[in-house]
């Protein structure tokens, strides 16, 4: 959706490091997601927000973590202590119950 | 807890011929159900949703689904494969229930023969 911009596209971490995925969505909606996408996995949930200064973790939101200090923008650090981070991540917003996602950023360990 | 079954990792459909996507989900109240494509490398796109009234749902693309309650299935279907259609598809499930959060499935992902 051209609404919801994610950067970069690709980022590569050292061992140890920790690294900021963006995303920004100029669509005024207050719920914002973040998942994970692994191959044969389908997507899982790692934190949500609904509105500003509020958020949830998900499904697996060990060794990441987030901040939602203005309603357009939902970054997602992902921290040293997550042990496996390769995987395509995407962010999401929530419009009348339907989720509309990002680009994506793949994420690799150099 | 909400989970969803896409039982085929891969189907492969030759260009014209009609395509099945099969989609079992659990749920403990009425869901609220979706299909998306993903192309390699892009986010996901919405082809349809289901959240009450008709059970046959048309979406963008040419495609349909339809939920069928008594066997927590909601399958999606084409008449006529094009070549574009190859990509990845997720079914998820969500709902009032589920405190706003969808739960997807692991994928299919859609080879078209010439």
């Known amino acids: 959706d051209g609404g919801i911009t994610q950067s970069p596209k690709y980022l590569f971490r050292k061992e140890g490091q920790n690294v900021t995925l963006s995303c920004e969505q100029n669509?005024?909606?207050?719920?914002m997601y973040w998942y994970r996408q692994d191959p044969g996995q389908g997507l899982r949930l790692i934190y949500y927000?609904?509105?500003?200064?509020?958020?949830q973790k998900g499904d697996i939101a060990e060794g990441y973590s987030v901040s939602r200090e203005k309603k357009e923008s939902f970054p997602l650090t992902v921290t040293s202590a997550q042990k496996n981070p390769t995987a395509f991540y995407l962010c999401?917003?929530?419009?009348?119950?339907?989720?509309?996602f990002g680009s994506g950023t793949q994420l690799s360990v150099l | 807890a909400q989970s969803v079954t896409q039982p085929d990792i891969h189907i492969t459909v030759s260009e014209g011929a009609s395509l099945e996507l099969r989609c079992n989900y659990s749920?403990?109240?009425?869901?609220?159900l979706f299909w998306y494509v993903q192309s390699p490398g892009q986010g996901l796109q919405l082809l349809l949703k289901y959240f009450s009234g008709d059970t046959l749902v048309q979406g963008i693309k040419g495609f349909e689904a339809e939920f069928k309650r008594s066997q927590s299935s909601f399958n999606l279907r084409k008449p006529s494969v094009h070549w574009s259609d190859a990509a990845e598809y997720f079914c998820a499930v969500g709902g009032q229930a589920a405190g706003n959060k969808l739960t997807f499935g692991g994928g299919t992902r859609v080879l078209v023969k010439p």
């Open positions: 749920y403990g109240a009425t869901p609220y």
């Open positions: 999401a917003i929530k419009s009348n119950e339907k989720l509309f």
């Open positions: 927000s609904q509105i500003v200064n509020d958020f």
């Open positions: 669509l005024n909606h207050d719920a």
